[in-house]
Protein backbone atom coordinates (compact mmCIF):
# COMPACT_ATOMS: atom_id res chain seq x y z
CA UNK A 1 0.00 0.00 0.00
CA UNK A 2 1.53 3.73 -0.59
CA UNK A 3 2.34 5.39 2.09
CA UNK A 4 2.08 9.28 2.23
CA UNK A 5 5.36 9.71 0.96
CA UNK A 6 4.70 8.34 -2.18
CA UNK A 7 1.68 10.04 -2.62
CA UNK A 8 3.18 13.32 -2.41
CA UNK A 9 5.76 12.54 -4.70
CA UNK A 10 3.16 11.38 -7.51
CA UNK A 11 0.77 14.40 -6.66
CA UNK A 12 4.42 16.63 -7.59
CA UNK A 13 5.03 14.72 -10.25
CA UNK A 14 1.75 15.20 -11.97
CA UNK A 15 1.99 19.13 -11.15
CA UNK A 16 5.40 19.30 -13.23
CA UNK A 17 4.19 17.56 -15.99
CA UNK A 18 0.78 20.15 -15.74
CA UNK A 19 3.80 22.94 -15.81
CA UNK A 20 5.16 22.03 -18.96
CA UNK A 21 2.42 20.86 -20.39
CA UNK A 22 1.23 24.72 -19.74
CA UNK A 23 4.79 26.29 -20.99
CA UNK A 24 4.13 24.50 -24.01
CA UNK A 25 0.67 25.92 -25.18
CA UNK A 26 1.85 29.23 -24.59
CA UNK A 27 4.45 29.55 -27.00
CA UNK A 28 3.17 27.83 -30.01
CA UNK A 29 1.19 30.16 -31.74
CA UNK A 30 -2.11 29.31 -32.75
CA UNK A 31 -4.16 29.92 -35.82
CA UNK A 32 -7.11 29.80 -37.45
CA UNK A 33 -7.56 29.85 -40.90
CA UNK A 34 -11.37 30.28 -42.35
CA UNK A 35 -12.44 29.98 -46.30
CA UNK A 36 -15.56 29.07 -47.88
CA UNK A 37 -16.40 26.51 -50.75
CA UNK A 38 -18.87 26.48 -53.21
CA UNK A 39 -20.24 24.53 -56.09
CA UNK A 40 -19.53 26.76 -58.96
CA UNK A 41 -22.19 25.54 -61.05
CA UNK A 42 -21.40 27.91 -64.80
CA UNK A 43 -17.88 26.63 -64.69
CA UNK A 44 -16.42 30.16 -64.51
CA UNK A 45 -12.85 31.01 -62.33
CA UNK A 46 -14.79 33.36 -60.14
CA UNK A 47 -17.55 33.33 -57.61
CA UNK A 48 -20.80 34.69 -58.76
CA UNK A 49 -24.33 34.54 -57.51
CA UNK A 50 -25.25 31.60 -59.11
CA UNK A 51 -21.83 29.78 -56.89
CA UNK A 52 -23.70 27.50 -53.99
CA UNK A 53 -22.02 26.85 -50.93
CA UNK A 54 -20.82 23.26 -50.36
CA UNK A 55 -21.81 21.86 -46.72
CA UNK A 56 -20.08 18.65 -46.06
CA UNK A 57 -17.21 19.39 -48.11
CA UNK A 58 -13.58 18.17 -47.23
CA UNK A 59 -10.48 20.76 -47.05
CA UNK A 60 -6.85 20.48 -46.13
CA UNK A 61 -4.21 22.67 -44.79
CA UNK A 62 -0.82 21.75 -45.22
CA UNK A 63 2.37 23.74 -44.84
CA UNK A 64 5.82 22.19 -46.74
CA UNK A 65 9.27 23.13 -46.02
CA UNK A 66 11.59 24.04 -49.24
CA UNK A 67 12.23 20.32 -50.00
CA UNK A 68 9.26 18.47 -51.53
CA UNK A 69 7.90 15.96 -49.60
CA UNK A 70 8.62 18.00 -46.34
CA UNK A 71 5.47 18.19 -44.52
CA UNK A 72 5.53 19.93 -41.51
CA UNK A 73 1.77 20.20 -40.33
CA UNK A 74 -1.50 18.81 -42.24
CA UNK A 75 -4.80 19.01 -41.40
CA UNK A 76 -8.30 18.13 -42.46
CA UNK A 77 -11.81 19.82 -41.77
CA UNK A 78 -15.44 19.77 -43.68
CA UNK A 79 -17.48 22.55 -44.45
CA UNK A 80 -20.57 23.68 -42.33
CA UNK A 81 -24.38 24.45 -43.76
CA UNK A 82 -22.76 27.68 -45.28
CA UNK A 83 -19.82 26.26 -46.96
CA UNK A 84 -17.36 27.80 -44.38
CA UNK A 85 -14.62 25.79 -42.30
CA UNK A 86 -12.42 27.00 -40.07
CA UNK A 87 -8.91 24.80 -39.41
CA UNK A 88 -6.69 25.26 -36.33
CA UNK A 89 -2.90 25.58 -37.31
CA UNK A 90 -0.63 24.99 -34.41
CA UNK A 91 3.27 26.44 -34.47
CA UNK A 92 5.04 29.32 -36.70
CA UNK A 93 5.18 28.31 -40.35
CA UNK A 94 7.03 31.21 -41.64
CA UNK A 95 9.92 30.05 -44.18
CA UNK A 96 6.87 27.81 -45.54
CA UNK A 97 4.37 27.17 -47.99
CA UNK A 98 1.34 26.85 -46.71
CA UNK A 99 -2.51 26.46 -48.21
CA UNK A 100 -5.61 24.53 -48.86
CA UNK A 101 -7.00 22.32 -51.05
CA UNK A 102 -10.10 20.62 -51.71
CA UNK A 103 -9.91 17.06 -50.47
CA UNK A 104 -13.61 15.46 -51.53
CA UNK A 105 -17.04 17.28 -52.23
CA UNK A 106 -20.10 16.08 -50.75
CA UNK A 107 -22.36 16.92 -54.06
CA UNK A 108 -22.36 13.86 -56.72
CA UNK A 109 -23.78 16.48 -59.19
CA UNK A 110 -20.58 18.69 -58.36
CA UNK A 111 -17.37 16.93 -57.88
CA UNK A 112 -14.84 18.08 -60.65
CA UNK A 113 -11.60 20.00 -59.87
CA UNK A 114 -10.54 22.86 -62.48
CA UNK A 115 -7.20 23.50 -63.41
CA UNK A 116 -6.92 27.05 -63.53
CA UNK A 117 -9.22 30.16 -61.97
CA UNK A 118 -9.75 30.80 -58.28
CA UNK A 119 -10.96 27.44 -57.26
CA UNK A 120 -7.71 25.77 -58.98
CA UNK A 121 -5.89 22.83 -57.11
CA UNK A 122 -3.65 23.63 -55.49
CA UNK A 123 -5.16 26.64 -54.36
CA UNK A 124 -5.28 29.14 -51.88
CA UNK A 125 -2.50 30.05 -50.42
CA UNK A 126 -2.38 31.08 -46.62
CA UNK A 127 0.74 32.74 -44.49
CA UNK A 128 1.05 31.28 -41.24
CA UNK A 129 3.05 33.67 -39.24
CA UNK A 130 3.03 36.06 -36.57
CA UNK A 131 6.47 37.89 -38.03
CA UNK A 132 3.83 39.99 -40.39
CA UNK A 133 2.10 42.46 -39.49
CA UNK A 134 -0.80 41.11 -39.12
CA UNK A 135 -2.15 40.43 -35.23
CA UNK A 136 -5.29 38.75 -35.06
CA UNK A 137 -4.74 34.58 -35.74
CA UNK A 138 -7.40 34.71 -38.08
CA UNK A 139 -6.21 33.81 -41.61
CA UNK A 140 -8.54 34.09 -44.13
CA UNK A 141 -8.55 31.54 -47.55
CA UNK A 142 -9.71 32.58 -50.87
CA UNK A 143 -13.06 30.79 -51.79
CA UNK A 144 -12.56 27.51 -53.53
CA UNK A 145 -15.04 25.27 -55.23
CA UNK A 146 -16.01 22.10 -57.23
CA UNK A 147 -17.67 22.85 -60.61
CA UNK A 148 -20.23 20.41 -62.35
CA UNK A 149 -19.69 18.97 -65.14
CA UNK A 150 -22.03 20.54 -67.54
CA UNK A 151 -23.02 24.48 -67.18
CA UNK A 152 -26.92 25.15 -65.32
CA UNK A 153 -28.81 26.62 -67.94
CA UNK A 154 -29.21 29.64 -65.81
CA UNK A 155 -25.62 30.69 -66.57
CA UNK A 156 -26.38 31.65 -70.05
CA UNK A 157 -29.05 34.66 -68.23
CA UNK A 158 -25.54 35.56 -66.06
CA UNK A 159 -23.25 35.31 -69.00
CA UNK A 160 -25.33 38.00 -70.85
CA UNK A 161 -26.06 39.90 -67.49
CA UNK A 162 -21.88 40.14 -67.13
CA UNK A 163 -21.38 40.24 -70.97
CA UNK A 164 -18.23 37.80 -70.94
CA UNK A 165 -18.26 35.22 -73.16
CA UNK A 166 -18.48 31.46 -72.28
CA UNK A 167 -16.25 30.37 -74.63
CA UNK A 168 -13.73 32.23 -73.47
CA UNK A 169 -13.74 30.47 -69.81
CA UNK A 170 -11.92 26.94 -69.33
C1 LIG B 1 11.43 20.92 -43.36
O1 LIG B 1 11.05 22.28 -43.42
C2 LIG B 1 11.24 22.99 -42.20
C3 LIG B 1 10.68 24.40 -42.37
O2 LIG B 1 11.21 25.07 -43.49
C4 LIG B 1 12.73 23.00 -41.83
O3 LIG B 1 12.91 23.66 -40.61
C5 LIG B 1 13.22 21.56 -41.74
O4 LIG B 1 14.62 21.56 -41.53
C6 LIG B 1 12.91 20.81 -43.04
N1 LIG B 1 13.29 19.40 -42.89
C7 LIG B 1 13.85 18.71 -43.88
C8 LIG B 1 14.11 17.28 -43.58
O5 LIG B 1 14.15 19.20 -44.96
Redesign the pocket.
Known amino acids: MANSAQIVAIFAGALILFALGDTAVATDPEFFVQGQVFCEVCRTNFINRLSEPMEGATVRLEC????VG?I?FGIEGVTDAGGNYKLKATGD?E??DCQVTLVKSSRLDCQETPSEGWAMQPSSKITITKNNGFHDDIRHANPLGFTKKERDPACQELFKELQINPDSLA
Not at 64 to 67: A, E, K, Q, S
Open positions: RGDNNTHDE
